[in-house]
Protein backbone atom coordinates (compact mmCIF):
# COMPACT_ATOMS: atom_id res chain seq x y z
CA UNK A 1 0.00 0.00 0.00
CA UNK A 2 1.48 3.07 -0.87
CA UNK A 3 1.71 6.64 0.88
CA UNK A 4 -1.05 8.21 -0.39
CA UNK A 5 -3.79 5.06 -0.10
CA UNK A 6 -2.35 4.82 3.50
CA UNK A 7 -3.76 8.80 3.94
CA UNK A 8 -6.69 7.79 3.17
CA UNK A 9 -7.13 4.90 4.93
CA UNK A 10 -6.32 6.35 8.01
CA UNK A 11 -8.68 9.51 6.85
CA UNK A 12 -11.78 6.96 6.30
CA UNK A 13 -10.74 5.32 9.75
CA UNK A 14 -10.97 8.34 11.81
CA UNK A 15 -14.40 9.42 9.83
CA UNK A 16 -15.71 6.34 10.80
CA UNK A 17 -14.65 6.69 14.84
CA UNK A 18 -15.77 10.30 14.55
CA UNK A 19 -19.35 9.15 13.36
CA UNK A 20 -19.22 6.13 15.92
CA UNK A 21 -18.68 8.57 18.93
CA UNK A 22 -21.42 10.36 17.70
CA UNK A 23 -23.74 7.93 18.28
CA UNK A 24 -22.07 6.78 21.88
CA UNK A 25 -23.13 10.61 22.67
CA UNK A 26 -25.92 10.42 21.72
CA UNK A 27 -27.19 6.82 23.72
CA UNK A 28 -25.62 8.11 26.47
CA UNK A 29 -27.75 11.07 26.04
CA UNK A 30 -30.67 9.07 25.74
CA UNK A 31 -29.49 5.80 28.14
CA UNK A 32 -31.51 7.22 31.46
CA UNK A 33 -34.71 7.33 29.46
CA UNK A 34 -34.34 4.19 27.64
CA UNK A 35 -33.15 2.48 31.16
CA UNK A 36 -36.67 3.68 32.60
CA UNK A 37 -38.70 2.72 29.86
CA UNK A 38 -36.96 -1.15 30.71
CA UNK A 39 -37.65 -0.74 34.27
CA UNK A 40 -41.27 0.07 34.11
CA UNK A 41 -41.31 -2.83 31.38
CA UNK A 42 -39.94 -5.22 33.85
CA UNK A 43 -42.21 -3.85 36.54
CA UNK A 44 -45.76 -4.25 34.35
CA UNK A 45 -44.77 -7.96 33.73
CA UNK A 46 -43.98 -8.46 37.66
CA UNK A 47 -46.96 -6.88 38.28
CA UNK A 48 -48.96 -8.79 35.66
CA UNK A 49 -47.52 -12.16 37.05
CA UNK A 50 -49.00 -11.35 40.76
CA UNK A 51 -52.00 -10.32 39.24
CA UNK A 52 -52.15 -13.59 37.74
CA UNK A 53 -52.23 -15.24 41.32
CA UNK A 54 -55.70 -16.27 41.89
CA UNK A 55 -57.19 -14.97 44.93
CA UNK A 56 -59.76 -17.87 44.94
CA UNK A 57 -57.35 -20.24 45.06
CA UNK A 58 -54.91 -18.97 47.96
CA UNK A 59 -58.21 -18.48 50.23
CA UNK A 60 -59.13 -21.60 49.41
CA UNK A 61 -55.70 -22.68 50.39
CA UNK A 62 -56.18 -20.67 53.90
CA UNK A 63 -59.53 -22.12 54.56
CA UNK A 64 -58.29 -25.65 54.44
CA UNK A 65 -55.31 -24.30 56.67
CA UNK A 66 -58.38 -23.65 59.34
CA UNK A 67 -58.78 -20.22 58.46
CA UNK A 68 -61.67 -17.95 58.51
CA UNK A 69 -63.09 -17.52 55.43
CA UNK A 70 -63.58 -13.61 55.81
CA UNK A 71 -59.76 -13.61 57.05
CA UNK A 72 -58.98 -16.05 54.10
CA UNK A 73 -61.17 -13.15 51.73
CA UNK A 74 -58.27 -10.54 53.20
CA UNK A 75 -55.48 -12.22 53.95
CA UNK A 76 -54.94 -13.73 50.27
CA UNK A 77 -55.59 -10.22 48.98
CA UNK A 78 -52.59 -9.05 51.10
CA UNK A 79 -50.35 -12.45 49.80
CA UNK A 80 -50.69 -11.15 46.15
CA UNK A 81 -50.01 -7.61 46.89
CA UNK A 82 -46.87 -8.43 48.62
CA UNK A 83 -45.69 -10.70 45.70
CA UNK A 84 -46.02 -14.28 47.24
CA UNK A 85 -47.13 -16.96 45.25
CA UNK A 86 -49.61 -19.38 45.77
CA UNK A 87 -46.83 -22.06 45.96
CA UNK A 88 -44.86 -20.21 48.61
CA UNK A 89 -47.47 -19.92 51.21
CA UNK A 90 -48.98 -23.34 50.27
CA UNK A 91 -44.71 -24.86 51.48
CA UNK A 92 -45.13 -22.57 54.61
CA UNK A 93 -48.41 -24.25 55.59
CA UNK A 94 -46.59 -27.80 54.83
CA UNK A 95 -43.97 -27.00 56.83
CA UNK A 96 -46.13 -25.78 59.72
CA UNK A 97 -46.88 -22.57 59.58
CA UNK A 98 -49.65 -21.14 61.88
CA UNK A 99 -52.80 -18.95 60.44
CA UNK A 100 -50.22 -16.06 62.95
CA UNK A 101 -47.29 -17.14 61.68
CA UNK A 102 -48.14 -16.62 58.10
CA UNK A 103 -49.88 -13.55 58.98
CA UNK A 104 -46.26 -12.42 60.38
CA UNK A 105 -44.19 -13.24 57.62
CA UNK A 106 -46.92 -12.11 54.69
CA UNK A 107 -47.37 -8.61 56.49
CA UNK A 108 -43.62 -8.23 57.81
CA UNK A 109 -42.75 -9.39 54.16
CA UNK A 110 -39.77 -11.88 54.89
CA UNK A 111 -38.30 -14.38 52.68
CA UNK A 112 -40.03 -17.88 53.29
CA UNK A 113 -36.98 -19.53 52.64
CA UNK A 114 -35.27 -17.82 55.54
CA UNK A 115 -38.17 -18.26 58.06
CA UNK A 116 -37.94 -22.37 57.00
CA UNK A 117 -34.76 -22.32 57.56
CA UNK A 118 -34.65 -20.12 61.59
CA UNK A 119 -37.79 -22.19 62.28
CA UNK A 120 -36.41 -25.69 61.23
CA UNK A 121 -33.18 -25.09 63.27
CA UNK A 122 -34.86 -23.79 66.55
CA UNK A 123 -37.02 -21.19 66.26
CA UNK A 124 -40.41 -22.95 67.02
CA UNK A 125 -42.77 -19.59 66.81
CA UNK A 126 -42.65 -16.93 64.29
CA UNK A 127 -43.29 -13.95 66.37
CA UNK A 128 -42.67 -10.49 67.08
CA UNK A 129 -39.54 -11.37 68.53
CA UNK A 130 -38.37 -13.54 66.24
CA UNK A 131 -38.71 -10.86 64.09
CA UNK A 132 -36.06 -9.06 65.90
CA UNK A 133 -33.47 -12.05 66.01
CA UNK A 134 -33.98 -12.13 62.11
CA UNK A 135 -32.93 -8.40 61.66
CA UNK A 136 -30.13 -8.76 64.14
CA UNK A 137 -28.12 -11.35 63.25
CA UNK A 138 -27.83 -13.01 59.90
CA UNK A 139 -27.04 -16.45 60.89
CA UNK A 140 -29.70 -18.23 62.83
CA UNK A 141 -26.99 -20.69 65.14
CA UNK A 142 -25.54 -17.49 66.43
CA UNK A 143 -29.03 -16.07 67.31
CA UNK A 144 -30.02 -18.99 68.93
CA UNK A 145 -26.42 -19.14 70.99
CA UNK A 146 -27.27 -16.11 72.61
CA UNK A 147 -31.26 -17.24 72.93
CA UNK A 148 -29.77 -19.58 74.70
CA UNK A 149 -28.32 -18.01 76.72
CA UNK A 150 -30.82 -16.18 78.43
CA UNK A 151 -30.51 -12.80 76.35
CA UNK A 152 -33.24 -10.61 74.66
CA UNK A 153 -32.42 -9.38 71.03
CA UNK A 154 -31.56 -5.83 71.53
CA UNK A 155 -29.50 -6.65 74.45
CA UNK A 156 -27.91 -9.44 72.86
CA UNK A 157 -26.85 -6.57 69.60
CA UNK A 158 -25.72 -4.51 72.73
CA UNK A 159 -23.51 -7.05 74.19
CA UNK A 160 -22.29 -8.59 70.72
CA UNK A 161 -20.91 -4.82 70.51
CA UNK A 162 -19.43 -4.88 73.78
CA UNK A 163 -18.11 -8.28 74.62
CA UNK A 164 -18.10 -10.07 71.15
CA UNK A 165 -18.91 -13.63 72.52
CA UNK A 166 -21.72 -15.08 74.65
CA UNK A 167 -19.17 -16.44 77.13
CA UNK A 168 -17.17 -13.04 78.00
CA UNK A 169 -20.38 -11.24 77.79
CA UNK A 170 -21.76 -13.40 80.78
CA UNK A 171 -18.60 -13.13 82.51
CA UNK A 172 -18.92 -9.15 82.53
CA UNK A 173 -22.99 -9.26 82.92
CA UNK A 174 -22.26 -11.54 86.33
CA UNK A 175 -20.11 -8.84 87.75
CA UNK A 176 -22.56 -6.51 87.05
CA UNK A 177 -21.01 -4.54 84.20
CA UNK A 178 -23.65 -3.60 81.40
CA UNK A 179 -22.57 -3.09 78.09
CA UNK A 180 -21.69 0.44 77.92
CA UNK A 181 -19.67 0.16 80.64
CA UNK A 182 -17.91 -3.55 79.56
CA UNK A 183 -17.21 -1.28 76.03
CA UNK A 184 -15.26 1.07 77.87
CA UNK A 185 -13.33 -1.16 79.88
CA UNK A 186 -12.13 -2.97 76.48
CA UNK A 187 -11.36 0.02 74.85
CA UNK A 188 -9.21 1.32 77.66
CA UNK A 189 -7.36 -2.17 77.01
CA UNK A 190 -8.81 -3.48 80.27
CA UNK A 191 -10.24 -6.84 79.20
CA UNK A 192 -10.08 -9.05 82.05
CA UNK A 193 -13.49 -8.51 84.05
CA UNK A 194 -11.84 -8.66 87.20
CA UNK A 195 -9.18 -5.95 87.13
CA UNK A 196 -12.03 -4.40 85.76
CA UNK A 197 -13.94 -4.31 88.81
CA UNK A 198 -11.47 -4.21 90.60
CA UNK A 199 -10.53 -0.88 89.42
CA UNK A 200 -13.83 0.17 89.44
CA UNK A 201 -13.92 -0.77 93.09
CA UNK A 202 -11.01 1.49 93.49
CA UNK A 203 -13.13 4.61 92.65
CA UNK A 204 -10.91 4.43 89.09
CA UNK A 205 -12.48 5.55 85.45
CA UNK A 206 -11.43 2.94 82.76
CA UNK A 207 -9.69 6.16 81.08
CA UNK A 208 -7.26 6.40 84.46
CA UNK A 209 -6.72 2.38 84.68
CA UNK A 210 -5.22 2.70 81.48
CA UNK A 211 -2.84 5.15 82.28
CA UNK A 212 -2.19 3.76 86.04
CA UNK A 213 -1.59 0.29 84.85
CA UNK A 214 0.88 1.89 82.35
CA UNK A 215 2.37 3.55 85.28
CA UNK A 216 2.31 0.22 87.23
CA UNK A 217 -0.06 1.51 89.40
CA UNK A 218 -2.11 -1.11 90.79
CA UNK A 219 -6.29 -1.07 91.85
CA UNK A 220 -4.64 -1.73 95.62
CA UNK A 221 -2.35 1.83 95.39
CA UNK A 222 -5.10 3.74 94.76
CA UNK A 223 -6.11 5.46 97.99
CA UNK A 224 -9.59 6.45 98.46
CA UNK A 225 -10.77 9.40 99.86
CA UNK A 226 -10.27 12.92 99.56
Avoid at 34 to 51: N, R, Y
Avoid at 196 to 217: C, D, R, Y
Wanted: proline share 4%; aromatic share 8%.
Amino acid sequence: MDKTAKMELIKRVNETAEVMQGLVDVLLENFPELLDEEMSTTEKEEKSSIVEESPEEISALLVKHNMPLEAAREFSAQVIESGYSKEVIEKAINAGFTNDELALVVSSQLPVEDCLEWKSKGFEALDEEFKLWYASFDAVEEALEWKSAGFKPDSAVEWLIAANTVAEAQQWKSKEFDPVETSNWRAAEISDVDAALAWKQAGVSPAEAKVFTNQGIKPEDVKSGE
